[in-house]
């Protein structure tokens, strides 16, 4: 059975850092790409960044809203994503999911996903 | 501001048929697939149509996707009160180098 499953989330001063962790387990982790999502209490969804595979080089690309300031990661010894927040701000305040991507020819979509953490902003 | 816009609501009575649209541009529905997911309050998302109109294994054949130049549709039949949740839709774009979301679509049986 595929799961994934977010942990790291917790409360954080403005300014401050956190670091989440996706862990997978059920599939070949080394072989998929990995992207995070987040929702705010009451909003919709926004895409947050992905981490492609070895293969694609570990290419990451992320929304301009956290680029600079977040990094994702990958340890495949571990099945194990990350997500590096930095220079956090009250408007990062969300649940944060994982998701796997799987690409059947050109069209790509996120088929299993965590059930989320929540990281609050606050002072 | 949603870069794929949807209306904010929709409804519908048990057994009706009811669409949700979603508008994009060339750099995303125009020139991607679009996939849409489902979420009930307090859970993650699930896929629901991917490849713009293809179901994954176990979502009932009640749910079909459509694509037309930059728009596509979510269509619901035979209407369920166990289909009342968010509904989203979702496309790679190609100059933002990222998924873009529509702002998502309450649906409500009545």
């Known amino acids: 059975e595929v799961q994934l499953v977010e942990s790291g989330g917790g409360l954080v001063q403005p300014g401050g850092s956190l670091k989440l962790s996706c862990a997978a387990s059920?599939?070949?982790?080394?072989?998929?790409?990995v992207h995070w999502v987040r929702q705010a209490s009451g909003k919709g969804l926004e895409w947050v960044g992905r981490?492609?595979?070895?293969?694609?080089?570990?290419?990451?690309a992320y929304a301009a809203s956290v680029k600079g300031r977040f990094t994702i990661s990958r340890d495949d010894s571990k099945n194990t994503a990350y997500l590096q927040m930095n220079s956090l701000k009250t408007e990062d305040t969300a649940v944060y999911y994982c998701?796997?991507?799987?690409?059947?020819?050109?069209?790509?979509?996120?088929?299993?996903w965590g059930q989320g953490t929540l990281v609050t902003v606050s002072s | 501001q949603s870069v794929l816009t949807q209306p904010p609501s929709a409804s519908g009575t048990p057994g009706q048929r009811v669409t949700i649209s979603c508008s994009g541009s060339s750099s995303n529905i125009g020139s991607n697939t679009v996939n849409w997911y489902q979420q009930f309050p307090g859970t993650a998302p699930k896929l629901l149509i991917y490849s713009n109109n293809q179901r994954p294994s176990g979502v009932p054949d009640r749910f079909s996707g459509s694509k037309s130049g930059t728009s596509a549709s979510l269509a619901i039949s035979g209407l369920q009160s166990e289909d009342e949740a968010d509904y989203y839709c979702?496309?790679?774009?190609?100059?933002?180098?990222?998924?873009?979301f529509g702002g998502g679509t309450k649906l409500t049986v009545l």
């Open positions: 059920g599939f070949t982790f080394s072989g998929s790409a």
């Open positions: 979702a496309a790679w774009d190609d100059s933002l180098n990222g998924v873009v």
């Open positions: 981490i492609r595979n070895k293969a694609n080089n570990y290419a990451t």
């Open positions: 998701s796997r991507r799987d690409c059947s020819g050109n069209s790509c979509y996120s088929a299993y």
